[in-house]
C-alpha cells in the first residue's frame, strides 16, 4: 500500500476536468493489492472514515474530489485481464482506460462501442457514470455493454454481478451475495425521464440488479473488474462534416436522417454519430481546424460499413447523402469528407477539440465549469437551444454549443469574462435545467451528477423520491463512507 499525506503530492487527485478542486483530505492511499484495498475499506467503515474513490480525473462534475476523509485512488488495477474473440467480450480491471482498451482490441479487428471524448477516461469511471458520446445514437450507453463486475462492497466483501442473473420483482429486491448475505430492498416508485439520461440512479419494474451499480456513481460499492461486450470493426467508415446556413436546415437533416422510417429514398443512411457545432463553436475551433473559419452551423456525419462488397454500397450511400444533404439546403460543395485513416482522425481530434479547448478556457481563467449535459426530448430539442442562446445574449455572456445532436443532447458552454459574470452563468444554468425539466428532460445525459449538480438534481425529482433513492445508498453502505457527496446534497448525510 502507498500513502501519501504531503499535499504537494496528493495535489493532482484533488481536482477533476471541470477545475473543481478541493483541499480537504487527510491522506491519499494507492493499494497495489485486491487484499489491501479489502483492508483499507474494512478499516473505513470499521472506523466511519469517507473514502474518496479516484479514477483517472476526465470527469466533469467533481465526483472524484474528496470533501472529507480520505483519498482512495485505484491506479494499480490497470490489467487487460483476458479477450475471448469467439464470445467478443473483453475483462479487464477498473483503471485500464478506453485509448488502451481500443488499440489493444485494434489487433484483432474488434471494438468497443462506448466512446466517450475523453480518451483518457478509465473504463471504471465510464461504468460508474454510464458514459456515452458520439457513438450512443446507434450503440446506446456503456450500460448495454456490461456483462459482468466485481465490486468491492463497503463492508469490504467482494460480490461478482452478472448480467441475466439477479432481477427485481417488480421493484423489489431479494437476493443472496457470494458470502451467503441477503440483501432484500425496495426501489423508489417514480419515472425517469424518457431521453438519455445519466442522473441519479438507474430505477424501473424488473430490472437487473448490475444496471442499479451501473451509474451509481461510486455510491454503492468500487467496481474493481468488468467484462465488455466487444463487436467487430467495420470494414469501413464515412465519415464527414457538412456546413448548413441555418439551425433549422441541420436540425431537419437530423430529423431525416435519424429516422428509422425515412423512406426508400433515404434507406442507405444509417448514422451510428451526429454531432453538431453552432458558429461560436465553430468561432472558437477556427485557429485551430481552418476548415470551420466563417461557417455557420456544423454536423458530424459518422456511418459504418459492415456488408463485404462495401465500395458499391458506400457509393450508393454517400448519393443518398447528397440528395439529402441538397434537400435539407446543407453546403454541397465545401464538405469536409475524410478520404483515408489520417482524415478520419482529423475530423475525430475536430470534434474532440471542442471541449479540451473549453475546460483550457475555464482553467486558464480560474473559472468553475458552467456547461450543460442536458437531453430533451426531440420536439423541444430546438426550442431548448434557441432559449439558452437568447439568455446568454441578453445578459452578454459569450458561449459555445455542441454535443450530441443525433440524442438531442446539447452540451451550452458558457465562457464568462471574469468571475462575476461566472457566477451570472452559473444562475443561467440553473434556469436551463429548470427549463429541460418542464420540457421532460434531464440535467445530465452522460456526465452524473458528482458533487457538483447536486442543487440541480434536486430540481428533478421529489423529496421522497430523493429519500428512497439514498435509502439504497445507506442500505449498502450504512456508514456511508463511500464517495460522500456524490449524487445527494449534504443534508442526507447530517441524518
Not at 151 to 171: Q, S, T, W
Request: charged share 25%.
Amino acid at each position: 500500500m502507498i500513502v501519501k499525506k504531503d499535499f504537494e503530492l496528493i495535489q493532482n487527485y484533488l481536482s477533476d476536468a471541470s477545475n473543481y478542486k478541493s483541499t480537504n483530505c487527510d491522506a491519499l492511499y494507492i493499494p497495489e493489492t485486491y487484499d489491501e484495498l479489502i483492508e483499507l475499506v474494512e478499516w473505513a467503515n470499521q472506523n466511519k472514515i469517507p473514502l474518496t474513490i479516484s479514477g483517472a480525473g476526465t470527469g466533469l462534475v467533481g465526483g472524484r474530489v474528496p470533501l472529507e476523509g480520505v483519498i482512495v485512488s485505484l491506479e494499480k488495477f490497470n490489467k487487460i485481464l483476458e479477450l475471448n474473440q469467439e464470445q467478443k467480450t473483453l475483462r479487464v480491471q477498473c483503471f485500464v482506460t478506453l485509448n488502451e482498451i481500443q488499440n489493444f482490441l485494434r489487433e484483432y479487428n474488434l471494438f468497443y462501442p462506448p466512446d466517450p471524448t475523453e480518451k483518457n477516461c478509465s473504463i471504471g469511471g465510464t461504468i460508474a457514470t454510464n458514459a456515452s458520446g458520439a457513438r450512443t445514437l446507434k450503440y446506446g450507453s456503456t450500460r448495454k455493454w456490461i456483462n459482468s463486475l466485481k465490486i468491492l462492497l463497503p463492508n469490504g466483501e467482494m460480490f461478482e454481478l452478472k448480467r441475466d442473473e439477479i432481477f427485481a420483482e417488480g421493484l423489489s429486491f431479494n437476493f443472496q451475495t457470494n458470502s451467503g448475505k441477503i440483501y432484500s430492498f425496495k426501489l423508489p416508485d417514480f419515472q425517469m425521464p424518457k431521453v438519455k439520461n445519466a442522473a441519479g440512479y438507474f430505477i424501473h419494474p424488473d430490472m437487473d440488479l448490475i444496471d442499479l451499480f451501473i451509474g451509481s456513481e461510486g455510491t454503492l460499492g468500487i467496481i474493481l473488474e468488468a467484462e465488455l461486450k466487444v463487436i467487430e470493426q467495420p470494414k469501413d467508415l464515412l465519415s464527414l462534416v457538412i456546413f448548413f446556413e441555418n439551425f433549422d436546415n441541420l436540425y431537419d437533416f437530423v430529423s431525416i436522417s435519424r429516422d428509422k422510417n425515412k423512406g426508400k429514398e433515404y434507406s442507405l443512411i444509417n448514422p451510428r454519430a451526429l454531432e453538431f457545432f453552432d458558429n461560436k463553436a465553430l468561432e472558437f475551433l477556427a485557429s485551430k481546424f481552418n476548415k470551420v473559419a466563417n461557417k455557420k452551423f456544423a454536423l458530424w456525419f459518422e456511418q459504418e460499413i459492415y456488408n463485404s462488397s462495401f465500395n458499391d454500397l458506400k457509393d450508393k450511400i454517400i448519393e443518398q447523402l447528397f440528395e439529402l444533404i441538397s434537400k435539407c439546403n446543407g453546403n454541397v460543395d465545401e464538405i469536409w469528407f475524410a478520404f483515408n485513416e489520417k482524415d478520419v482522425n482529423e475530423i475525430k481530434d475536430f470534434r474532440h477539440s471542442i471541449s479540451a479547448l473549453v475546460n483550457e478556457y475555464i482553467s486558464k481563467n480560474d473559472l468553475k465549469k458552467v456547461g450543460t449535459d442536458i437531453a430533451v426530448p426531440s420536439n423541444y430539442f430546438k426550442e431548448f437551444y434557441r432559449y439558452c442562446c437568447a439568455k446568454c445574449e441578453e445578459k452578454l455572456i459569450n458561449y459555445v454549443g455542441y454535443g450530441h445532436i443525433g440524442n438531442d443532447h446539447l452540451h451550452f458552454n458558457m465562457l464568462p469574462s471574469d468571475k462575476m459574470q461566472n457566477e451570472l452563468a452559473q444562475k443561467l444554468y440553473r434556469d436551463f435545467c429548470i427549463k429541460a425539466i418542464e420540457m421532460g428532460g434531464t440535467i445530465s445525459a452522460e456526465h452524473g451528477i458528482g458533487k457538483l449538480k447536486r442543487a440541480y438534481f434536486e430540481l428533478m425529482y421529489t423529496e421522497n423520491v430523493l429519500n428512497d433513492m439514498f435509502k439504497i445508498k445507506k442500505y449498502f453502505d450504512p456508514n456511508l463512507i463511500l464517495n460522500r457527496g456524490n449524487i445527494f446534497p449534504d443534508r442526507f448525510y447530517d441524518v
